[in-house]
């Protein structure tokens, strides 16, 4: 069995981002991004908010995202997601296998938005020391840099236009 752990960053606002994004404003796109994924992630075909819930640490939505099988890479299209917002620095994805999703806001040293996604990916049918585990190594962390860009850009795009 092999757990993929990794993460990646990027800050929020690089030089020349138009227009700079504030706190709330991106934490208002992940608030959407959990209710609309398919706007966020091209691999979610379909989002259904199930339930929501007040915590005593946070808001908790249930919901149920479709994916398209060739991005999936297995026939298991349709996951039911435990999703806890925890106001205004981090979302946690929990699927039904074990698998685990953090969408972190943070700020650098300079006090600069930066976004991580953390991964922590189960695999139970592949060996840790694999040729497979590596394949899937490398696949997990070009998605998460896609993830973690393209929804930073996303939400700019929403902010342009109002939506935000």
Known sequence: MVNI?????APINPSGASPVLTEAQVWNGLKRKVRKAHEFVAPILECEVLSEEDTENGKKVTRQVTFDKDAR?????????VVYEFE????????P???NIYNIVSVDQDGNLVM???FEWRHPEVASDSDRAKELREKYLKMAKGAVEG???TIRRFVKEGEL
């Open 97 to 99: 296998d074990g698998s």
């Open 5 to 9: 752990n990794l993460a990646y960053s």
């Open 116 to 118: 991580t996604y953390a």
């Open 151 to 153: 929804s930073i850009n």
């Open 73 to 81: 890479g297995d026939d298991n299209t349709v996951v039911k997601e």
């Open 88 to 95: 205004p620095s981090r979302v946690d994805f929990h699927q």
